[in-house]
């Protein structure tokens, strides 16, 4: 019997098998031995504190790529089909953080290494940012710690929201006399005024709460609920495990840097360095920059900074996470109007993180992690956001 003939394209895509697997690792290998450079970089010229930051970001980074992690994606699945399980994994990693961090802000201190969390007023600026950061990332399709995986995984259209957020953070913060006088509450902490036990009992009861909430309403839309543990096709780790890693990272974090991940003063801090660089303006006389918390970050250089450097090894710890999963995917081909919604939403996202003191990482898990009710009341703010940016998605030719 003669063996059966392989048709023309599965010939061809085995030709092609080995090149794409061959390039998928040279990507990652590209992304490890930058990722080591810039190690040994700030190792040089910074210490210990911003090395440990490479690699907390680069750890993060590959975390959100083998379990396709991601908030706008999550959220939009639930208002559109009421699928709520990346809704609870986000609970879930806020609730472990809680449990890490409290203790340890409580007493000050992680194995004698000083440690202080985020806690905010709540204002008029907290909503407005939340709301608009919430349209962004329905429009450009990702948030900050999403754009820069999507970054490490090739993707163009991310590429342009990412230099927008940029854009839209510096225009936030050349702005800032324009809304940094809105009214608002004092900062509020559950554990300074409930304690150690209170402060842990109230959040997680609000976890237990809007957990439940979810479980009905994607019940009552589809029939049953998807289990927080259950893998997507093509991932390593299913919602539910990233989560919990998530949180096990912010915590080193915490301990490694002596608070919170932070990702979207970066971005603001990259965009005001660009204002210099060209000569438009000098941001070192912005208000933004002359307060006395940040003056020392301005002029700090790049490769010192452990929130820049973070932001840049989750980028790189996502590129290898890509590549060695063979999901290293560049494609350069951008509509027209997909570069108008990642230019669009970008600007929204990097003004909306300015004002509203974060964004998913840097106000509601840091802020909720931390005992502070801004985190929460930023939470709202931003899914209100992102049920308006729905509303936009089909105007840019997207899905909702």
């Not at 000050?108 to 919430?134: D, E, K, N, Q």
Request: glycine content about 14%.
């Amino acid at each position: 019997m003669l063996p059966a003939t392989a048709s023309p394209e599965r010939e061809a895509q085995n030709r092609h098998a080995l090149p794409r697997a061959v390039w998928q690792f040279l990507a990652a290998g590209v992304g490890l031995l930058l990722l080591l450079a810039g190690m040994a970089a700030s190792m040089t010229s910074g210490g210990v504190r911003p090395t440990l930051a490479w690699g907390l970001g680069a750890a993060l980074g590959a975390v959100f790529v083998a379990a396709s992690f991601g908030f706008s994606a999550g959220v939009r699945r639930f208002f559109t089909v009421g699928d709520s399980q990346h809704l609870r994994a986000q609970l879930l990693m806020v609730g472990v953080a809680l449990a890490l961090f409290t203790p340890a802000l409580t007493a000050g201190h992680v194995l004698g290494s000083p440690v202080r969390g985020y806690v905010f007023p709540i204002g008029l600026a907290l909503v407005a940012g939340g709301v608009l950061f919430g349209i962004g990332m329905q429009i450009a399709g990702a948030c900050g710690s999403g754009m820069l995986a999507a970054l490490g995984g090739g993707s163009a259209r991310m590429i342009v929201a990412f230099l927008a957020f940029i854009a839209g953070a510096a225009l936030a913060v050349a702005t800032s006399e324009a809304w940094s006088s809105l009214p608002r509450l004092p900062a509020f902490s559950f554990t300074a005024r409930l304690g150690l036990a209170g402060g842990i009992a109230i959040q997680i009861a609000l976890i237990a709460v809007l957990w439940f909430a979810l479980v009905l309403t994607e019940r009552k839309r589809s029939g049953g609920v998807v289990s927080l543990f259950q893998k997507r096709s093509g991932d390593l780790l299913s919602p539910g495990m990233g989560a919990v890693l998530i949180a096990a990272l912010s915590f080193a974090t915490l301990a490694a840097l002596g608070r919170p991940w932070t990702l979207s003063m970066p971005f603001a801090l990259w965009g005001s360095w660009g204002v210099e660089a060209t000569g438009l303006d000098d941001p070192t006389f912005w208000p933004f920059w002359e307060d006395p918390t940040r003056v020392d970050m301005y002029q700090r250089a790049a490769l010192n900074d452990s929130s820049s450097v973070m932001n840049l090894g989750m980028i790189l710890g996502a590129l290898m996470a890509a590549g060695l999963t063979l999901r290293f995917l560049p494609v350069w081909r951008l509509p027209l109007r997909s570069f108008l919604a990642a230019l669009i939403g970008g600007l929204f996202l990097g003004y909306g993180a300015v004002l509203g003191t974060g964004c998913n990482i840097s106000a509601f898990l840091a802020g909720s992690a931390s005992g502070s009710g801004h985190g929460w009341v930023w939470l709202a703010a931003a899914l209100a956001g992102n049920a308006v940016g729905l509303l936009f998605r089909p105007l840019f030719g997207l899905s909702r």
